[in-house]
């Protein structure tokens, strides 16, 4: 009696260390998948911001150049405010492309990964 009880409190045991392995091993992934968004939110964020420096001025003297050769007599201010809204808004669509694919790809490597069970 004595050895059937010990023969089945060790497989209870070894069913609850395989559930705590995988549920180890599933917060795992978890975590290196929240580091990678991170690394790429912020690796993101510096080139974009570098990006930006780099290119502000050329972008603004062409969009005030074409601006004076339509015609139009805005002012200078109001010509800055206008070509820093319309430059947010293409570096926000081509973020928010470039970023979709990129958690796409990291989602079906977590798929993988839970599937190999």
Excluded at 46 to 53: Q, R, S
Aim: hydrophobic share 50%.
């Amino acid at each position: 009696m004595e050895k059937e009880r010990d023969l089945f409190t060790h497989v209870l045991d070894r069913e609850l260390h395989e559930g705590i392995y995988h549920k180890t091993k599933e917060s795992l992934f978890y975590i290196k998948f929240e580091l990678k968004k991170q690394v790429i939110l912020a690796v993101t964020a510096a080139l974009v911001f570098l990006i930006a420096i780099s290119w502000k001025d050329p972008i603004q003297n062409t969009f005030i150049l074409l601006v004076e050769k339509i015609g139009w007599g805005i002012n200078d201010l109001f010509l800055e405010y206008l070509s820093a809204i319309l430059i947010t808004i293409i570096a926000v669509l081509i973020l928010f492309l470039i970023n979709s694919k990129i958690i796409k790809s990291i989602s079906l490597e977590g798929k993988k990964v839970l599937k190999k069970k």
